[in-house]
């Protein structure tokens, strides 16, 4: 391995490692909000304790996720300076903008939810819960503008050899963000539904706190269900805009080396075989392909070997196809990872209308184990969509190769990635244990009716003292 691939491990494991936190952060806080919202509607202290569990969850991932952001930064300086320069002034005013208003909305609004129990009334404690919530969200959108600049450059000239900003309103409309940051963000809410579902199925089988974590359960499954059918929606549409922005990165994710007839069949399963540029063995849906890119049963999908000739004529000589059983295979683990999250939130809500829950012992089960899925999904959405745009670091602007810092040495490199990796490793562990603590501790007993709030109880002598 050169400093090129490490480089690009390095950037790999990391992120992947950071993007953990990120829809865990977006999903609990909306949901946090709801049901806060719903204690402040109902006057029930049930959903207040419901509030206080998960927001513990929240703060926790939210801690963490920040360290691993900070630390993330670090590496375009280091091992990508040369990227750096050539997209730091379109860049800027994102990164900017999403450190300056998002973070800071998050981070002063959790300020004041936290501390702001019995100090501010009901409705404008509310109120900061849900502005982090939309901070959340925001710095979502500001992140993904400045990758979507990667995907699809948009609002830019050349000054220098450098990329520099034309209009910033531009980059904010650019059609690849608005294809991305619905499909992030839905999944996003996914995967706080997931865990909270996955949580409150492990102790309904106990039966702990069974009224608490039944309610907890049936919100998260509400909103699992509704996100995982948007999701689905969302994905499609993204997947319609490659067909035309990327071409390559679909037909890599099809593992269609030649042009398709028309219309163009499906790829369920295919043995790849990159070096002679074809597949040994392929099982096809046919039609299907041309029915997901246009919306019937007409159209042919351009093949890698077609593109690259044509990239070689607009680019150069060079190698312009991507990792195809990358590509294939992560966009397949995607899908059935969300296929997966859909029927199992469906029958959650069967079992639920039924009132045959807490009854359902291998269903609880398997929602527990099911928290993974949506990280599998999201982690593998992100492979195909980066993966699929090699060798482009910025599409048709700038190579991966040609983004490394000059002067980096292998040995420099792997200092840093070993580094981080266990510093990430330790991250980890504390979070996995802090999560199991605060999990475990919460199991007594608190179905019986109560006439006093408990927690404005123990805050009132907190206070006082």
Known sequence: MDVLGLARLQFASTTIFHYFFVPVSIGLALIIAIMQTLYVVKDKYIYKRMTKFWGKLFLINFAVGVVTGILQEFQFGMNWSTYSRFVGDVFGPSLAIEGLLAFFLESTFIGIWVFGWNRLSKRVHLLSIWLVSLGTILSAFWILSANSFMQNPVGYEFVDGRAQMESFSAILKNPHLWSQFPHV?????????????????????????????????????????????????????????????????????????????????FTVFAKIDEKMKENSYAIEVPGLLSLLAYDEFSGTIKGMNELQTEYEEKYGKGNYIPPVKTVFWSFRTMVASG???????????????????????????????????????????????????QPWVVFGLMETEDAVSPGVTFNEVLFSFISFTTLYAILAGVSIYLFIRHIKQESHDDDTPVTEDPFDKEETVVVSQ
Request: no cysteine; proline share 3%; net charge positive.
């Open 185 to 265: 963000l839905i999944s996003s809410f996914v995967t706080g539904a997931f865990l909270v579902g996955g949580i409150s199925a492990w102790k309904i089988a106990r039966k702990q706190q069974f009224n608490m974590f039944k309610k907890s359960f049936k919100i998260a499954i509400t909103i699992g269900l509704i996100a995982s059918v948007a999701v689905l929606f969302t994905g499609h549409k993204q997947a319609q805009f490659i067909v035309e922005s990327q071409p390559m990165k679909l037909a890599a994710a099809e593992a269609l080396w030649e042009t398709s007839d028309d219309p163009a069949p």
């Open 339 to 389: 296929t997966l999250m859909f029927l199992l939130s469906l029958y959650g809500i069967y079992a639920l209308r039924k009132n045959k829950i807490e009854g359902k012992t291998r269903y609880l089960k398997w929602m527990v184990f099911a928290i993974i899925l949506p990280f599998i999904g999201n982690t593998t959405g992100w492979l195909m969509t980066e993966m699929g745009r």
